[in-house]
């Protein structure tokens, strides 16, 4: 869950703060940091992570606003008990869609997919990607910005 507080002392300057928080699968993962080079200018030294178990006390610490859920694999009743949370917490709670994930190219788009965590998809991207330079072509990999 990501969550996002507001910043601003302008109402028409709005800016927000974030608030990492990993999925409980992710092992030792609580208190490190997301890396400052992927995290932008307003986090120079990263984003932290925090613990998802203290959910409700972070968005009451922190004047929590909105709660952004972006982990995969997970099913509607989890979906909806992380939501729960969020709101009885006092912060909104909302998902992010194709329109503010996606990137716009101007070049061929080849994209791996799979029905969940450890198919392969990141084997078989390097792996098209390699097939790809060995036939003289320039490529770039971009994954979708989930936090796994």
């Given at each position: 869950?990501?969550?996002?507080?507001?910043?601003?002392?302008?109402?028409?300057?709005?800016?927000?703060?974030?608030?990492?928080?990993?999925?409980?699968?992710i092992?030792?993962?609580?208190?490190?940091?997301?890396?400052a080079?992927?995290?932008?200018?307003?986090y120079?030294?990263?984003?932290?992570?925090?613990?998802?178990?203290?959910?409700?006390?972070?968005?009451?610490?922190?004047?929590v606003?909105?709660?952004?859920l972006?982990?995969?694999?997970?099913?509607?009743q989890?979906?909806?008990i992380?939501?729960?949370?969020?709101?009885a917490a006092?912060?909104?709670f909302?998902?992010?869609?194709?329109?503010?994930?996606?990137?716009?190219?101007?070049?061929p788009?080849?994209?791996?997919?799979?029905?969940?965590?450890?198919?392969?998809?990141?084997?078989?991207?390097?792996?098209?990607?390699?097939l790809?330079?060995?036939a003289?072509?320039?490529?770039?990999?971009?994954r979708h910005?989930?936090?796994y």
């Open positions: 869950v990501t969550s996002t507080t507001s910043t601003s002392t302008s109402a028409s300057l709005p800016s927000t703060r974030l608030l990492a928080s990993p999925p409980p699968r092992p030792n993962i609580e208190g490190r940091l997301y890396p080079e992927l995290s932008g200018p307003l120079p030294r990263g984003l932290p992570i925090w613990e998802e178990k203290n959910l409700e006390s972070l968005i009451k610490e922190h004047h606003d909105r709660c952004i972006s982990y995969s694999d997970l099913n509607n989890t979906v909806m992380i939501a729960n949370r969020c709101m006092g912060a909104d909302g998902l992010l869609g194709p329109k503010s994930t996606q990137l716009k190219s101007t070049k788009v080849i994209g791996v997919c799979a029905v969940r965590t450890g198919c392969g998809k990141s084997q078989t991207s390097r792996y098209i990607a390699k790809l330079r060995d003289g072509l320039r490529t770039v990999a971009v910005p989930m936090p």
